[in-house]
RNA sequence: GCCCGGGUGAUGAAAUCGGUAGACAUAGCGGACUUAAAAUCCGCAGCCGCAAGGCGUACGGGUUCGAUUCCCGUCCCGGGCACCA
């Protein structure tokens, strides 16, 4: 055995040894349990940054663990291969968005392979690879077919320089990114996804998905948002034609406190009123520009102009008059909301600005006290559904449900509406007007309409060889792409040329890895055996908590009602979900005079710290000048805070980096880089390495095989037994691998201080080694399976079972108890394992740090918490 | 603005079901080894206090024999908001 721990030597040579012996191919196999480990694919931009290491290693854990376990695993990996960061790359550099593409996954595979995860390659997939998205167009036709997917107009951020639809992450203040141009709103024609159809099923689902966090559950619950109330309508007469006005709401207790109604700037009714309005049609302009984010629509200035258009209320008769409010979203129910100013805090607000009345409907009584009503400021309980109807005629008096359930059935009796169930959950607007994507099946022909591709003319090719300029698809250029023919009446025709949105991709491609090789069908039997229960595991940042997570229920869904999965029914694609938090770094930046801020990179900055280390000043290495510091922030490009994983691996050995990444933080929570802290991981695996080499230089010795011990050994090897443990339970069940590594470096510290190189000693010292060496090899495989080899010629680390923890070395015969005194920390005791209560209680009373708290007295009341703490109260 | 998280030593964190706050590590300080340095090993260390003791888990309240943990309110930081992936 080599003296010095070696990394590169080290790790080269045991994934020569795995690639040999094909360690990570998964065969299906009957006779194991399955365990279907997945991490989300990533998208290939380049290079691998902290998150996706972070993203990997843990999967790659918990894959070699179950494997340990006795599991069939299956851990697989591909590239989420459309988007745009292809195309920006390829405006920027002229590079084809395929060939930047493939180069990009090319150079990342090298990079995962040497970061040692236990892939099976031969699942690998793209998702800009004809044969992965033929069975999405495939499965899109079918969709279409059932009505699940259908066209209508939907909003878009467009450029008016640039001639192009934005994406949200384009537009930056109101403006283009590039061409710095006011964005505008736009209607396009557009294909959806109806979800909506499958809200009530997304929404139950989550109930049944214990291993999934809480949080994430509450998110999709909350965006789902199934709210129970009233759908009615405000008759109104236009023209000398009747008509209605229809808005929901969940509080029609406060129906008469209605003194306006507010419509979206694209509501028919805005547009009538706007023809003989000029002001409005200004304004209705006005709303049209800004983009389509919801965050900014939900934060700008509530605006809002009167119609001049009056409509009944449907209970008292009263003329209502209609406003356009910029705060109305048109995609929202009818686009249009009734405003009860005294009750709802954004109408307060609204009514207060423009003088319009404001009229108290329900009241509250809080702790026996009446509460006033004053039209002054807006107060907490004006919203509270814990009230009653006040000036509201046959309806004062009654309670929150109470006036909810008798207004629902009036208007129900008048035919103006009733209880109705909403979703605030919208159907998924599919449709890109970008190239590098998945290209839309459908065939527009002036006489059939839109024309879904048949399934002998799949896949629609996605022509490879263009050249991107960012001012529309390059397929509109490209008549040998758009020009065919109506495969319904053969007449000359247009294909379309919008591509679809990459979640459509991420939304399935868990399921073709069960079966990527088949070429005659979207998924097979495979998909029975690996998906059966859901997968197993599936682990990704918290940031797609709702859309891809949802999105992917949804396919799942899908194509279980398309019969994809024969008698198997998976409706849930994953059992159990880990959101692992980002990785943060610190900033570093000058500013020059204008105030703008340059961002440079913590490797090229030294700190220096006061005596107690904390960091005063940094300085740039290259001229020793200060620089400022900034906050912690998400390891990002524009605040050039990213540390650059190849270096890492360069400098310290991918075990380093793993164990680094594990150890510093749980995986839910954020995890802050810290160079010291990886020269510390390293200097744990020097450690143990050098442990292993001086026990190896006496000679192995076989593992302790049971008997008596001497105090120390039984003291150490209860601890390593204990430790075992624990260190299933961390892996397995409370998925805490910071706490596993501690937990092994506490026992590696008590090793060291055994002393102790008698026989028995020696014979233990090799128990806990192997253990050691077992219990750390899925975090640092690598190391791992050289030093078990150096431990038992012969066998491989990753082959072995899990350690178990021997119950007879657990025993003890007397534990140690805490005394408090008045819930304080005063001393302790020790009691015999099996002592009862009362005994624990007399003896803590008795004890010398209860006598000198109770001054002779005697307690009020002695509580044992049996093997933690007695607490006397005096 | 709305929804969801988080806030504990100088730093990353631990305390698993309401029961010893700060395990393990990093940085720091002291010592051993060394001609010296690096590496390594050993020790110290929440804050105040000589000590006894007191205080301490963002802040203010509450429940409890006992609260980092549960409840109410406030502040700050982060994630998501439907075309970033």
């Not at 992965?132 to 997917?149: A, D, H, N, P, S």
């Not at 749980?666 to 050098?690: C, I, M, N, T």
Request: charged letters at 25%.
């Amino acid at each position: 055995m080599q003296e010095k721990y070696q990394p590169q030597e080290v790790e080269l040579a045991a994934q020569a040894h795995w690639q040999k012996t094909g360690a990570a191919r998964a065969v299906e196999d009957a006779d194991k349990p399955k365990y279907y480990c997945l991490s989300m694919f990533p998208y290939p931009s380049g290079k691998f940054h902290m998150g996706h290491v972070r993203n990997y290693t843990i999967g790659d854990v918990l894959s070699r663990f179950y494997r340990m376990q006795g599991f069939n695993v299956l851990q697989p990996m591909g590239w989420d291969a459309f988007g745009m960061p292809a195309e920006n790359a390829a405006i920027q550099n002229g590079a084809p968005p395929a060939e930047w593409t493939y180069s990009n996954i090319e150079y990342m595979k090298g990079q995962l392979q040497r970061l040692g995860f236990a892939l099976d390659w031969e699942r690998e997939l793209a998702t800009c690879r004809p044969d992965y998205y033929r069975w999405e167009q495939w499965l899109f036709t079918r969709l279409f077919e059932k009505g699940l997917v259908y066209k209508r107009f939907g909003t878009v951020n467009w450029d008016p320089v640039d001639q192009t639809v934005l994406a949200n992450e384009q537009v930056i203040d109101g403006r283009g990114w590039r061409s710095g141009a006011l964005v505008e709103k736009r209607e396009i024609p557009m294909y959806y996804m109806k979800i909506t159809a499958y809200a009530e099923e997304l929404l139950a689902g989550l109930d049944r998905l214990p291993g999934w966090p809480e949080q994430v559950k509450l998110m999709q619950k909350n965006w789902i948002g199934k709210s129970e109330g009233v759908r009615f309508a405000f008759p109104y007469e236009i023209d000398g034609k009747a008509e209605k006005l229809w808005v929901f709401t969940t509080r029609a207790d406060t129906i008469m406190g209605v003194t306006f109604v507010a419509v979206a700037a694209e509501h028919p009714l805005a547009a009538h009123a706007a023809k003989t309005n000029p002001e409005l049609a200004a304004f209705i302009e006005e709303c049209k520009q800004g983009g389509v984010a919801e965050a900014d629509l939900a934060t700008m200035e509530k605006k809002g102009l009167p119609t001049g258009i009056f409509v009944t209320h449907p209970l008292s008769g009263e003329k209502i008059e209609v406003w356009v409010g910029n705060y109305v979203l048109m995609g929202y129910g009818d686009g249009a909301v009734m405003a009860v100013p005294a009750h709802d805090e954004r109408d307060f607000a609204f009514a207060k600005k423009y003088g319009l009345p404001i009229v108290q409907s329900v009241g509250a009584t809080i702790d026996g006290k009446e509460q006033v009503f004053s039209t002054d400021a807006w107060q907490e309980w004006y919203a509270s559904k814990d009230s009653y109807c006040v000036n509201s005629g046959k309806y004062t008096g009654l309670a929150y449900q109470q006036a909810v359930d008798a207004i629902a059935a009036d208007l129900a009796a008048l035919g103006l509406g009733g209880k109705k169930v909403q979703f605030r959950l919208r159907d998924w607007g599919i449709s890109r007007q970008r190239y590098w994507g998945c290209p839309i099946p459908i065939i527009h022909c002036d006489s059939c309409g839109d024309v879904p591709v048949p399934d002998e003319q799949l896949p629609v090719v996605l022509p490879e060889n263009v050249s991107v300029t960012g001012a529309g698809s390059p397929l509109a250029k490209m008549p040998a792409f758009h020009e065919c023919v109506c495969p319904k009446c053969g007449r000359p025709a247009r294909r379309e040329i919008d591509t679809m949105d990459t979640f459509v991709e991420s939304s399935w491609y868990f399921l073709r890895f069960c079966c990527p090789d088949n070429d005659r069908a979207m998924v097979d039997e495979r998909v029975a055996h690996w998906c059966r229960g859901g997968i197993d595991q599936y682990i990704g940042g918290i940031e797609h908590a709702i859309l891809h997570l949802l999105y992917s229920r949804f396919w799942t869904k899908l194509m279980r009602d398309c019969g994809l999965f024969g008698e198997e029914r998976l409706d849930e694609p994953f059992a159990n979900l880990l959101t692992q938090g980002m990785v943060v770094a610190p900033t570093f930046y000058r500013e020059d005079a204008e105030g703008r801020k340059t961002w440079i990179n913590p490797a090229e900055v030294e700190l220096s710290t006061d005596e107690r280390g904390r960091p005063v000043a940094a300085r740039l290495r290259a001229d020793g000048q200060p620089v400022s510091i900034g906050g912690i922030e998400k390891m990002s490009k524009s605040k050039n805070n990213g540390v650059d994983p190849q270096a890492l691996i360069d400098q310290y050995g991918a075990d380093t980096a793993r164990l680094f990444i594990m150890f510093a933080s749980p995986p839910d929570q954020s995890l802050e880089w810290s160079d010291a802290g990886v020269e510390g991981a390293y200097r744990f695996l020097k450690r143990l390495w050098r442990i292993v080499f001086e026990h190896v230089s006496v000679g192995i010795a076989p593992a302790f095989a049971g008997g008596e011990l001497p105090d120390g050994l039984k003291t150490f090897r209860r601890q390593l037994h204990q430790t075992i443990g624990k260190v299933a339970d961390d892996y397995g069940r409370r998925r805490q691998f910071n706490t596993a590594i501690a937990a092994v470096m506490e026992l590696l510290n008590a090793y060291a201080r055994l002393n102790d190189d008698s026989a028995p000693a020696r014979a233990i010292r090799q128990e806990a080694l192997e253990a050691v060496t077992l219990m750390l090899y899925p975090i640092v495989p690598h190391l791992c399976e050289a030093l078990y080899a150096e431990l038992r010629p012969g066998h491989a680390a990753g082959e072995q079972a899990f350690p178990r923890a021997d119950a007879g070395a657990l025993a003890r015969d007397e534990i140690e108890l805490v005394v408090q005194v008045n819930g304080k920390l005063r001393g302790s005791i020790k009691v015999p394992t099996g002592a009862d209560e009362g005994a624990i209680g007399a003896a803590a009373v008795a004890s010398e740090a209860a006598q000198r708290q109770l001054q002779g007295g005697a307690p009020k009341k002695v509580i044992v918490v049996p093997g933690r703490l007695v607490n006397i109260v005096i």
